[in-house]
């Protein structure tokens, strides 16, 4: 079954303190994989897409990375603005959408 | 704010009892998709529509259906509505039908009680 497993469930950091947080996947057949970001009681925002393993995307703070089996959504020099819930989604080639549970992220000033 | 509107922002009802959700796109988006968010499960893709026609359905139940009109708006019909159908649903937008670039809408709470 095609599935998504993001980890940490939580994180915090201080302003200025970079990491990286982790999608795992298993899909049939890749078609996207994409990153959103989600304030509280708000529909999730995108940030990126990724279609094959090698590809990289950056935007500001934010880069996102891919493998065969899981990407990673690095933040350089995070600030207290970027606190959100990263949730991390794939598309199969049967155009179906799978989501992980997220990474909750606080960054402290 | 992502161009996507969703009514009614809030819905309390009971159970057995049938709601309707509504979504409009962004203008000129052709895709409509359909989520269910709950605490316990995150999101859940439902159902995916492209210029009236479905193109893919996920983990939707029979009690659910959907359908999108020739404006492109579509609607979420949810029946015999359990307690464990509380959640927030979201509908998202996106031009084309491959779904690259989806665009959310700030979703309904549904409350079964």
């Known amino acids: 079954e095609d599935q998504v497993t993001q980890s940490p469930e939580a994180l915090r950091l201080q302003e200025g303190e970079s990491s990286s947080l982790n999608c795992s996947y298993t899909v049939s057949g890749l078609r996207g994989l994409f990153w959103y970001r989600q304030d509280p009681g708000k529909g999730p925002e995108f940030l990126f897409t990724?279609?094959?393993a090698g590809e990289e995307k950056e935007k500001e703070r934010l880069k996102a990375t891919l493998t065969k089996k899981e990407s990673f959504l690095h933040i350089t020099a995070p600030k207290p603005e970027d606190s959100a819930t990263y949730l991390c989604?794939?598309?199969?080639?049967?155009?179906?959408?799978?989501f992980g549970t997220g990474t909750s992220l606080t960054v402290i000033p | 704010d992502s161009g996507v509107t969703q009514t009614p922002k809030h819905l309390i009802t009971a159970t057995g009892q049938r709601v309707t959700l509504r979504c409009s796109p962004r203008?000129?988006?052709?895709?409509v998709y359909w989520y269910q968010q709950s605490l316990d499960q995150g999101l859940q893709f439902l159902i995916q529509?492209?210029?009236?026609?479905?193109?893919a359905k996920g983990n939707i139940l029979e009690r659910f259906s959907a359908q999108q009109f020739p404006d492109l708006h579509s609607e979420l019909n949810l029946s015999s509505l359990e307690l464990g159908d509380s959640a927030l649903y979201f509908c998202?937008?996106?031009?084309?039908?491959?779904?690259?670039?989806?665009?959310f809408g700030p979703g309904t709470r549904l409350t079964v009680l």
């Open positions: 989604a794939v598309q199969n080639t049967g155009n179906q959408f799978y």
């Open positions: 998202a937008s996106s031009v084309v039908a491959g779904g690259n670039t989806q665009y």
């Open positions: 990724l279609y094959s």
């Open positions: 529509y492209y210029n009236g026609e479905e193109r």
């Open positions: 203008s000129g988006d052709l895709s």
